[in-house]
Structures are given as C-alpha cells and as structure tokens.
C-alpha cells in the first residue's frame, strides 16, 4: 500500500513539472482517459518528450492496461537512459504481469540509478520470493527495512521468508516488528501465531489468534477466517508450571528471614491468553519476570502458572493453600483480568464467558479465595493484584443485578483482609491499570526493580514502586496497599548490607 501510494505521488509530481497542470489537473480528478489523451497531444507536438510518455505510461497504469504503460515507460528510458521511475514504474508493470525475471531487471536498473531507492528493493524482494530465491529475497527485505525502517510490509515479507526457510524464531521476530510499527497489522498476528503453533507455543498462538479477532476494523476477511479457524482445532491451554527450588545464591542475598531458616513460598500467575475476548499482551510475561525475581531472594518455592481457566485457576489456589500451612511467607502474584461486581472483586480466568453481570460468580474466582490460600502462613501473608487493568468484559455485560454496586468497568474494590495480610493493587480501588506499551506493565517492572534492593522493608518497598508507578505513568496510575502486618516485625525480601 505504501509503495502504490507513493508511486502515485511521483507520477502526480511527474505530470505537473514535465508534461503540464492540463494533464496534472486531469489526474488529480482520476480522469485516467483524459490523462492519456492529453499527455497523447503531449507526444504528439513532441515526439522526444520524456516526461510526456512518462505520465501516460502511469495513466495506463492505473487503468490496468499493463502492456500500454510497458511500452511509453520503454520509450522513456530510451528517451532518458537515467529515469529512474520509468525503470521503477516499468519493473512494477511486469510485476504486476508476472513477469519477475523482468522485473528484477527493472528494479535492479533503479536501484543502480539511486542506492538509496528503498521501494526498489522491497519490491525485488517480492520479485525474488515469487521465483522462489528466499535468500535475495531477504537480503533485499533486509536493506529495504535499513532504508525505511518503518516499512512494516517489509518485515513481514522477510518473516514470511524466514518462515518458508524453516526459521520459526527469525520469522516471529521479524512479524513482532511489523506489529511494533503498525499494531493493527492483523495478517503479522496470523502469521506470527502460526509460527508459534508450528513449535507447539500454544499459549502464545491463541493470543495472537485473539488480538486478531480483536481488529475488526481493520483485519482482512482471510485473516479473521484463519484465526477463527486455528482457534477452533488449538488444543485446551494448559497451565504451563514451574516449581523452582530455592536457588543457589550466596547468603548475603538472602533476606535475614530467609537466612534465619523462615520457609517461603510463592504461587505466580499470568492470565493473557483470553479465549472470548481480545489477549493481553503483557500477564505473562509479568508473571515470568516476578518469578523470576522471587526465586533471586530465597525462596523455597516459586510456582509460575500461565493461562489458567477457571478450574485450574481454582486448583492451584487449593493445592497452594495446602502448603501455605507449613509456610512462613505465602505470597501470591496475579496479573491479568481482574472485575468488581456487587462490590466482590472477581479474578477472571481465560475460559470466561461473561455475558450479564450475574453470571461472574459462576465463570470468575473472588478474591477471597485468593486471600484465603495465603491465610494459614506464620508470618507474612502477602497477595499482589495486578489485575485493574481495563475489561473488556465490562462493555457486552448486561447490568441484570438490583443491588447496588460500583461500575463494573473501573478497576476493583477495596479489601479489608485479616490482620497479618497485606493485598496490593497495581492501581487504587475504582481505578485502572496500564497493561504497558513495552513488554512488562508498569507496576510489574517497578517491582521486580525495587524487591532486590537490599534492607529495603516489605512496606517501604510498596511505597517505592507507588513512586515508581506514578513516574512512569504520568501520574495516571497509583499502586495502593491495603490491609496490616506485624508492627513489631520488619519483613525483607533481601538483607541490609
């Protein structure tokens, strides 16, 4: 689409300076015919006019009579050996025809022309992957996105070379930047989430083949057809699980409860692969990062569960509550979904089908249950609730209810937990969180910064990621903490120096 687009203004900018306003006036009207018959009148007064053949041949163009425009962008080039647009235009011509063996030829005479002719290059590259030639496809592919590295055309027809190559990871690389610079390119999503499909990342296929079903507006009939198709045949998400024991770090890194023999454990969950509405990019990536931050600071246990539907979303916090027993600290991390209904808060697994607000008790897990599997620990109970962010649950649900209740559409409601229990929002109750532009959300990335910093207590901690957030968001998003721990206890997750 670029490159017509700017085919287009050449050829306008070529009717106006070489063949006159008559026949740049006739274009600018799309009047292709009187284009012709104007630039004809053109040739006609003067058979050696480059820039007259030049404009007609674009006018033939545009009316689809390929051999016609082939024929004047030829005269021109014998008229003026150095046009570098007739040699383009021309190369797209044969294109167009099939003809790739011409218009390589064409493209590659424009390109000696003008280096720098990135369209020239993409279109090689198109050329090239038609004859089947993917290694110059991708060289070509390749200087056309050093050129214009904004061309989202061109990294996804490198990933589709990668891809026809055998080379999964280059060719998801290649359609995340596509996505990166155009975020409704729904084809980037297709073809992404095939290849994720292809190495048997499920997980991250469904969430590709959601945010494409999520791009109406802007998606292709085959792209909504092929996701809906996928989706139909992926296997059930499953919870992918990891029980990391505590790792081996020297005993400076620990926190001095951990030092002191307390036994932690935490349970790390990351919802983004939502069946019935569009993914969240960023849960699952969050949830790995927490983990990964948890297991550094010692301890025992950090399990880190992904897309989970409700009942497995119900058996973790079961099995969990069981070891919280003998547990010190029992912490929990949720990123995803979250909803507040009739004033209950409501975590949302990615199985949810949410049609009126009655039916959230049936098809999402209250937050009570997930204060209840950390409430057996000793010591520390500590939920963490990255789950404000905004649902798209919210906008189909039918109000059915007659109680009073908050708008189901912003954030949570407040909690009083029991007294040793601390939950924090990523945002202040009635409030939404940002899932984040880049990999991790704001609150996520704020955490795992401040939880290594050594002598930094459990509640100064909370207030450090509050600045954090606050920073980073422009003031848009506030953490907030609710509910007491020991007052006469300091909580570390690692040791003052």
Same mark, same amino acid.
């Given at each position: ?13 070529? !009717?106006? @300076? ?46 689809? *009579? ?12 014998? !008229? ?20 790739? *063996? ?126 809906? *198709?996928?989706?139909a045949v992926l296997p059930a998400p499953?919870?992918?699980t990891i029980l990391a024991e505590k790792p081996s770090v020297p005993p ?37 990062? @927490? ?44 990123? #995803?979904? #979250? ?101 991790? %959300? ?26 954090? @957030? ?15 721990? %020991? ?6 997750? @690692?040791?003052?120096?």
């Amino acid at each position: 689409m670029g490159v017509l687009m700017l085919r287009k203004f050449f050829y306008c900018l070529a !009717l106006l @300076v070489l063949a006159g306003p008559a026949i740049a006036n006739d274009r600018a009207k799309g009047e292709a015919s009187a284009a012709i018959a104007t630039a004809s009148e053109a040739i006609r007064r003067d058979p050696k006019d480059a820039g007259a053949y030049y404009s007609r041949g674009n006018a033939y163009s545009d009316k689809g *009579e390929a051999d016609r425009a082939i024929a004047d962008y030829t005269t021109t080039i014998r !008229l003026d050996p150095a046009h570098v647009d007739a040699h383009y235009n021309r190369g797209n011509a044969y294109s167009n025809k099939g003809d790739a *063996e011409r218009a390589i030829a064409d493209y590659t005479a424009t390109i000696r022309l003008d280096p720098a002719y990135a369209n020239a290059y993409y279109n090689r590259g198109n050329a090239f992957s038609k004859k089947g030639d993917t290694d110059r496809a991708i060289a070509d592919y390749t200087e056309a996105v050093r050129l214009q590295p904004m061309n989202a055309n061109a990294y996804f027809n490198r990933g589709n070379a990668y891809g026809s190559k055998g080379d999964a990871d280059r060719a998801i690389a290649d359609y995340t930047d596509a996505i990166r610079v155009d975020p409704t390119y729904a084809n980037a999503y297709v073809n992404r989430g095939l290849a994720y499909e292809k190495r048997g990342d499920f997980a991250k296929a469904r969430a590709d083949f959601n945010a494409t079903l999520g791009l109406t507006q802007s998606a292709t009939r085959w792209a909504l057809d092929k996701a809906r *198709e996928r989706l139909a045949v992926l296997p059930a998400p499953r919870p992918a699980t990891i029980l990391a024991e505590k790792p081996s770090v020297p005993p400076a890194v620990l926190a001095p409860g951990a030092a002191n023999g307390d036994r932690r454990i935490a349970l790390v969950i990351g919802n983004s692969a939502y069946e019935n509405v569009a993914a969240l990019p960023n849960p699952v990536r969050d949830a790995s990062l @927490v983990a990964d931050v948890l297991k550094l600071t010692g301890f025992e246990a950090v399990t880190l569960l992904t897309n989970l539907r409700k009942e497995a979303l119900v058996s973790a916090l079961r099995e969990f509550a069981a070891r919280a027993e003998t547990a010190d600290w029992a912490v929990v991390y949720y990123a #995803g979904h #979250g909803m507040e209904v009739g004033g209950v808060n409501y975590l949302i697994p990615t199985d949810a089908r949410i049609a009126a607000d009655r039916e959230i008790a049936f098809e999402a897990v209250p937050v009570d249950q997930v204060l209840n599997a950390a409430e057996r620990a000793k010591k520390l109970r500590l939920v963490i609730l990255d789950a404000c962010r905004d649902n798209p649950f919210a906008a189909q649900m039918k109000r059915t209810m007659t109680v009073a209740s908050r708008s189901v559409s912003r954030g949570l409601a407040p909690v009083e937990p029991e007294a040793g229990t601390l939950v924090v929002y990523a945002a202040k109750d009635g409030e939404t969180a940002l899932d984040g532009d880049g990999s991790n %959300s704001p609150f996520a990335a704020a955490f795992v910064k401040n939880v290594p910093t050594p002598g930094l207590e459990v509640r100064r901690l909370f207030d450090f990621v509050r600045d954090d @957030v606050m920073e980073a968001t422009g003031r848009k998003q506030k953490p907030f903490s609710y509910g007491s721990i %020991s007052g006469r206890q300091d909580f570390y997750f @690692v040791a003052g120096k």
